[in-house]
């Protein structure tokens, strides 16, 4: 299957400071990526779906202004938590599908983000 | 609304069988998918079904309802290695993914 890779797969950050997030494609281009955010023992929360070359659409009661996505690639999309704060602390997950329709979504490995 | 129930928790014996209901109500329906998650790691998909019937890939086996919006994920010869969460996600009307919160299989000796 195709492959996407993640990076960090953990990170620890203080209040207050910004995280990247970087989600790859290695294998096959990503015209639509998609990041969730995942509390302990509950679902996984689409975010935002992130366009290649375009704005990202996000998800209500995401903020924007918070949560930056850049799409500038077919292969690569990034996700800044910006002014991170503790509540912001969750496990990050992007994915990718091969087309639009039909196919099943390959997910990167996870970040796990704890902000002190 | 769009609602995707799945039981929370289930617990197995190593080398029995298991069934994971899954039932939905959404806007549409453009097939239903099942992805197994280890805690800490990212979901790996199991099956997909979009006609009503069996779907069989090795000890893993799905079937879908739709005129019940019902699912189940069989697995069977459990092992150890099966303790993990299953999702089971449906794609609506617009393709998107709507995801269940999951159901926890714990696997005992």
């Known amino acids: 299957g195709a492959v996407v890779s993640q990076h960090p797969s953990w990170v620890i950050c203080k209040s207050g400071t910004s995280v990247k997030i970087e989600c790859r494609s290695l294998d096959f281009q990503a015209t639509t990526m998609f990041w969730y955010r995942q509390f302990p023992k509950q679902s996984l929360m689409l975010m935002a779906t992130s366009n290649e070359g375009s704005k990202a659409t996000y998800e209500q009661g995401v903020e924007k202004d918070k949560f930056l996505i850049n799409h500038a690639s077919l292969t690569l999309s990034t996700l800044t938590v910006t002014s991170a704060h503790p509540e912001d602390s969750s496990f990050y997950i992007c994915s990718a599908r091969v087309g639009e329709r039909y196919t099943e979504a390959f997910f990167g490995q996870g970040t796990r983000l704890t902000v002190v | 609304g769009q609602n995707i129930d799945q039981p929370t928790e289930m617990t197995a014996t190593e080398g029995a069988i298991v069934q994971i209901n899954c039932t939905y109500q959404?806007?549409?329906?453009?097939?239903l998918f099942w992805y197994q998650q280890h805690a800490g790691e990212a979901p790996t998909f199991l099956s997909y079904n979009v006609l009503d019937g069996l779907e069989e890939n090795g000890r893993f086996s799905s079937v879908l309802s739709r005129s019940k919006g019902y699912s189940y994920l069989l697995l069977k010869e459990l092992q150890m290695k099966d303790s993990a969460s299953y999702l089971c996600?449906?794609?609506?009307?617009?393709?998107?993914?709507?995801w269940g919160a999951g159901t926890k299989l714990i696997i005992k000796p």
């Open positions: 959404t806007s549409g329906f453009n097939g």
């Open positions: 996600a449906v794609q609506d009307s617009n393709y998107q993914l709507i």
